[in-house]
């Protein structure tokens, strides 16, 4: 079989291997710990779950505008009001079934073949994947742990040439959990670069403030959704906000490849918008819980933080005490301590020494997990 050369060099997602790995292990009656997977262990909320059934049983259940429900657009309008003083026109925002189908259309309309995409070094594995397989070439920054992983726009300047379409900036980011200040984001939009700003993590925030990219610029286009603030992550629902020019381009790919998302879904991110903000917040105590024991507990144990992360839901600590191999050093702890946890490499080279915990679970299953990687670390032969 002869692949294309898009698909043969795919990387595989190293975390859904880890996972993976877990489940066969649990399916053998083995005990795992879930730090690996950036996942909400919270269920949907209730009214939006009653929401679903009534969208369902009221027939809301063919086809959307291909931009998105207008009322959805509209909540989301008024939601950036709220929380940025942001007037964003309903008609730059495009419901997509998740943020990934966001990432895709975006790059779709920015990035001729050929082309260079710059992304943080260590940052979400996938994005490389997206640049590739739309036949650009990304361009890692490496990104310092001493500075809480963030861009040093001097370094990302070095990399920008007549080639460059755009960058990648994610605050809160992932793996990291680091947010990007404002001194930082109103540099980058000085590179005058079209930034495409994933900000799945906003409202997960516990420390400082996170910044909407268009508080600083126009030249920018928006990813967010519902899968992380508000646990519909099976429910596949994101949008993106894009420069009023972009959004016919756009929309006529979404009709030729996603027709639409879900109605059902676009229906309950309405109610999640305007019913739910009260228990978003008590969940963002949870998870502020959470962070505090698990970051006491990582350097008690030798694991480096340097900065402590100040949003999402994952520490990323430095392991080179215990191994640089951070893919080994993974595999092995759930192997021999049943936790999972997600290698450093899986999100760039510099990530390499380093191992992600997502804090998504109960603190009952964290302490558990850190109890059995401290047994397991004290066993570990030097």
Not at 6 to 18: G, H, Y
């Amino acid at each position: 079989m002869k692949l294309p050369e898009r698909a043969r060099d795919i990387s595989p997602f190293i975390v859904m291997e880890v996972l993976e790995k877990a489940h066969e292990m649990e399916a053998k009656g083995i005990d795992v710990i879930h730090l690996e997977v950036g996942e909400p262990d919270f269920s949907v909320f209730k009214s939006v779950v009653i929401e679903s059934n009534i969208a369902m049983m009221n027939g809301h259940t063919h086809y959307t505008h291909s931009l998105g429900d207008p009322e959805l657009r509209n909540a989301i309008s008024k939601d950036y009001v709220n929380k940025y003083d942001l007037e964003i026109d309903p008609g730059r925002i495009i419901i997509t079934s998740g943020s990934s189908p966001a990432i895709h259309l975006i790059l779709s309309v920015l990035m001729e073949r050929g082309q260079e995409v710059i992304i943080p070094d260590p940052g979400y594995a996938c994005y490389p994947n997206f640049i590739k397989l739309l036949e650009g070439i990304p361009v890692p920054v490496k990104c310092e742990e001493i500075h809480g992983f963030q861009y040093d726009p001097k370094n990302v300047k070095e990399k920008i040439n007549k080639n460059t379409a755009a960058l990648f900036l994610n605050s809160p980011s992932n793996p990291t959990g680091h947010i990007a200040s404002p001194e930082n984001m109103r540099a980058l939009a000085g590179l005058d670069k079209w930034i495409i700003s994933d900000e799945i993590y906003h409202g997960l925030v516990y420390e400082n403030k996170a910044h909407c990219i268009l508080e600083f610029t126009d030249k920018a286009f928006v990813l967010n959704g519902f899968s992380k603030l508000y646990a519909m992550t099976g429910l596949r629902i994101g949008y993106l906000i894009a420069p009023p020019e972009y959004v016919r381009p756009i929309q006529k790919i979404q009709q030729n490849l996603f027709i639409c998302a879900s109605s059902i879904a676009q229906r309950a991110a309405i109610k999640a918008l305007e019913a739910c903000q009260d228990e978003v917040l008590e969940r963002k105590e949870q998870y502020g819980r959470r962070r505090t024991v698990m970051i006491r507990r990582l350097k008690s144990m030798g694991f480096g933080i340097a900065k402590e992360p100040e949003g999402a839901f994952y520490v990323f600590a430095n392991a080179k005490k215990f191994g640089h191999d951070s893919y080994k050093l993974a595999f092995d702890i759930l192997e021999n301590a049943h936790v999972g946890v997600t290698p450093g490499i899986d999100f760039g080279a510099n990530g390499e020494g380093f191992l992600r915990f997502s804090y998504a679970s109960s603190l009952e299953k964290i302490n558990e997990g850190m109890d059995r990687i401290e047994h397991y670390l004290n066993k570990k032969p030097e």
